[in-house]
C-alpha cells in the first residue's frame, strides 16, 4: 500500500497532486457548472470547478455555450469534460463535449467512474423541434463532504443543511426565486431554515434542487426532510440515481400548508440502491405568486422501518 505523505513547505508536482486529490474525493462537479439554455438551442454551462477521474482540476471563469440541432424525435445528450493527460510542460486543455447518448458518470458494477473526464449532466430532449427548457437538464454528480452513515431508528445522516444561496436551482419555470437564510431559526431542529420565495406577483414558479449523497452500504431506507410550507406553495420529494431514473417514497406525499416539521418518507426496498453509487434527494417546489417554502434540513437513514 502507498503512503504520500506532504509535509509544510515540501514541493508538491502535478502527479502528486492529482494523487492527493483522487484520494481525498470522487471525481465530479466541486462547484457551479450548471446546465441551462439561452436560446431555443442552445446549451448554456455555467463557470465551474471539477475534478477528474485522474485528480485533474478543471476551471471554468465564465459562461460556455454550444448548440446543437432541434430533431423531431426525441434524443438524450451527455455533457462532458475529456482530458488527455501527456508529458507536454502544462499539459493540453480539456475539451468539452456535447456527445449523443447517455454516459454514465460511475459504473457500480466495476467501480469506476468516467474515464479521462469528468459528466457535467445529462440533456433529454423530448422531440418535436421544441425549445431547449432548463427542465430538460439533469446535473452530474457533485463532490460532497459525507458524515457517518445512521443505521439505528430515528437516527440520520444529515445530507444537506440549509440550502445554500451559492447553490443555483437545477431547473425552474417562471421567476427566479428569492432565496434568505435565516441563522436565528431553530424548532426542533439546530440548523438556519433556508426560505425560497416567488418574487412575481402574476405568475406561478416551480424550482428543483438536487442534494447529492452516495448510498451507503447498508442501503438507504428513509429519507427525512424539515419542511414548511405556505398554503399556495406545494414541495414534492424523491430519489433520483442518473438521467431520468426517479425512485418514488412508498409515502409519498406532496406537503401543502405544512408548519415547520419533519417529514418521513420511506424508501421500498424493491428499489434496491447499489452500496456507493451516486443519488440525488430531488426537492421539487411549486409556488404560487409572492408565497415561499421554508427548508432546514435533508437526511437519509439505513434503517426501514418494518412496520
Not at 19 to 41: A, C, M
Request: proline residues 7%.
Amino acid at each position: 500500500m502507498q503512503r504520500i505523505e506532504i509535509a509544510v513547505g515540501d514541493p508538491v508536482d502535478a502527479a502528486v497532486l492529482q494523487e492527493i486529490l483522487s484520494s481525498l474525493v470522487d471525481p465530479g462537479i466541486l462547484k457551479g457548472f450548471q446546465l441551462s439554455t439561452t436560446s431555443s438551442n442552445t446549451i448554456a454551462i455555467l463557470a465551474g470547478a471539477a475534478m477528474t477521474d485522474s485528480g485533474v482540476l478543471i476551471v471554468e471563469d465564465e459562461m460556455l455555450t454550444r448548440q446543437i440541432t432541434l430533431t423531431i424525435n426525441p434524443a438524450n445528450y451527455t455533457i462532458y469534460y475529456s482530458y488527455g493527460p501527456n508529458a507536454t510542460f502544462g499539459g493540453n486543455p480539456a475539451t468539452l463535449y456535447v456527445q449523443p447518448g447517455l454516459i454514465e458518470a460511475y459504473d457500480p458494477s466495476t467501480g469506476l467512474h468516467f474515464p479521462n473526464g469528468v459528466v457535467l449532466g445529462w440533456l433529454q430532449y423530448p422531440g418535436g423541434s421544441v425549445a431547449l427548457n432548463d427542465s430538460m437538464f439533469i446535473s452530474g454528480p457533485r463532490v460532497g463532504v459525507l458524515q457517518p452513515v445512521a443505521k439505528n431508528k430515528d437516527e440520520f445522516q444529515t445530507v444537506y443543511s440549509p440550502l445554500s444561496r451559492l447553490w443555483s436551482p437545477i431547473s425552474i419555470s417562471g421567476p427566479l426565486p428569492d432565496i434568505v437564510i435565516d441563522e436565528n431559526y431553530d424548532s426542533g431542529v439546530k440548523a438556519p431554515v433556508t426560505t425560497i420565495t416567488n418574487t412575481s406577483t402574476t405568475t406561478q414558479n416551480i424550482v428543483k434542487y438536487l442534494v447529492p449523497f452516495r448510498v451507503p452500504s447498508a442501503g438507504v431506507g428513509q429519507v427525512e426532510v424539515w419542511l414548511r410550507t405556505d398554503s399556495g406553495t406545494s414541495i414534492s420529494i424523491y430519489l433520483q440515481s442518473g438521467p431520468g431514473v426517479q425512485i418514488t417514497p412508498s409515502n409519498f406525499d406532496i406537503f401543502n400548508n405544512t408548519a415547520m416539521s419533519r417529514q418521513v418518507l420511506q424508501i421500498p426496498a424493491s428499489a434496491n440502491l447499489e452500496a456507493n453509487s451516486e443519488m440525488f434527494v430531488v426537492i421539487q417546489i411549486t409556488m404560487n405568486p409572492t408565497y415561499s417554502a421554508g427548508i432546514k434540513s435533508v437526511g437519509i437513514s439505513s434503517y426501514t422501518d418494518p412496520f
